[in-house]
């Protein structure tokens, strides 16, 4: 069964940097492109960052230059860090992997609070 499991989130203040983690115990992970979406309360989910299996990066307007991703493979692990935090960027953020024929699979989230 295939799972990810977000870690990192929690409270900061602005300013302040997060790292979030996703594991993703599936087979063949190198092959998955591996996203990060997030969702703040009343609004839909948004695209955050993806990292395809081949190392190219992808980011959205709101956090090019403050939010990086990476993967490790043989952790088979994706990273989002996080600098300059902001208050909107406050919502629940979710790892997704997709391979490129096959399936996709959604972590449960990790709440992110930026707040004074």
């Known amino acids: 069964q295939v799972q990810l499991v977000e870690s990192g989130g929690g409270l900061v203040q602005p300013g302040e940097s997060l790292r979030l983690s996703c594991a993703v115990s599936?087979?063949?992970?190198?092959?998955?492109?591996v996203s990060w979406y997030r969702q703040a309360p009343g609004n839909e989910r948004e695209l955050v960052a993806t990292?395809?299996?081949?190392?190219?990066?992808i980011s959205a307007d709101s956090v090019k230059g403050r939010f990086t991703i990476s993967r490790d493979n043989p952790k088979n692990t994706v990273y989002l860090q996080m600098s300059t935090l902001k208050p909107e960027d406050t919502a629940v953020y979710y790892c997704?992997?997709?391979?490129?024929?096959?399936?996709?699979?959604w972590g449960q989230g990790t709440q992110v609070t930026v707040s004074s």
């Open positions: 997704y992997a997709k391979h490129p024929w096959g399936p996709s699979y």
């Open positions: 599936v087979r063949s992970f190198r092959d998955y492109a």
């Open positions: 990292i395809t299996s081949d190392g190219r990066t």
